[in-house]
């Protein structure tokens, strides 16, 4: 059926089902919601990052109390981005994967979300309270565990030994993905990064006694030959649902970029170091996880912007159509950058208070960007090195 036809009967049925809710739907729900407090909701299951964080804020919620316990969910989506993941979901919540259930709702959103039968299944904001009071809820199976266990065993990777999730954002999912929306991806390249720059931080794990797990579903390329055999390109030898969800769920923590594969590790409670940050209103969610960001640059003269000049101009907002990118530009960070901030990350992972690290411009960085958001100070932190290193873009 062509793609006309199918959208001159569609109307017609949305019409019907919108009126059906209406007359019928709307009356009954009010008639039972002294009883029960039903609502209904559509999972993301697009995008990992969205599957994972959505569908976990709802579980968190439950968890400290901010829903009533006599409601109930109706949830529905298809396709997941990660079946393994999706199916854990579906071990906590009410999720039916059904495709005339998930259109109906779908049809039905413009009018039930303005009612409070309306689950949103959105996060659009840092959730920094509801991130740092509730816990992760999804478990592994005993044979899941099993499964997972065993394919570490087969890197070379012991019950005693730990290891790091690596993943850097780059254009080669999105495009495969999605490739007739390849000009709308262009638009949001400002959030790509380079693996290249993650190996320093990289060999400084194996130093350590860790080893480094390349994720990726697909990737720009594979990491290059003759490496240190303690940093294993997962992404291009291994790769499958199970373990892009296990893995991050079991690593010491996880290096990462603005990417959602990180959000698989938040919502199991792991620790975040987040490299290549294009946004200043988005860090990592739990008191304990790092961040550092790109910074902005004239493309003419190369001089930095200060925080506050890029700002202005739009920067570090989400917006992909900011014009100012003709003469401007943001600049991966550096291997030293991002090595510093995963030498950050296991000096604060064992504990180790450093007295050479001087937090006072990154806690003005917080109080200058972040301390007017609900609950920030439960926020990721920016890195101390980096904030040190670029005081005078942040003292202005």
Known sequence: MSRSVVSVVRWPVVLVVRVLFIIVGLPVLFILEPLWK??????????????????????RKQQI????PKTINILAGVNPANRQLYEMFKRHLPIYESKGLTRILFYLRPLIRRTRFWEPMEWNDPDYRIFNEGKATLVFTDEEEKRGRLFLSGLGIGEDDWFVC????????LDAYMPTEKELWRARDFRNCSIDNYMKAAEYITSKGGFVIRMGAIVDKPLSGGRNSKIIDYATTHRSDFLDIYLPAKCRFFLGSDSGLFVVSAIFDVPIALANNPFILLSPFRRDDLFILKITKEKKSSKKLTFDEALSLGFYNNRAENPFFDEHEMIENSPDEIFELTQEMLESLEGQKS???DTSVRDYYWQKYISEIP??????????????KYKNLIRT
């Open 355 to 357: 007295s050479r690290l």
């Open 166 to 173: 690596m993943h850097d954002r780059d254009p080669a999912y």
């Open 38 to 59: 039903i609502r209904f909701g559509l999972v993301y299951t697009n995008r990992i990052g969205h599957l994972a964080g959505n569908t976990d804020i709802l579980l």
């Open 65 to 68: 109390g901010d829903t009533d």
């Open 375 to 388: 609950h920030s100070e439960l926020s990721g932190h920016l890195g101390a090195r980096f904030a040190s």
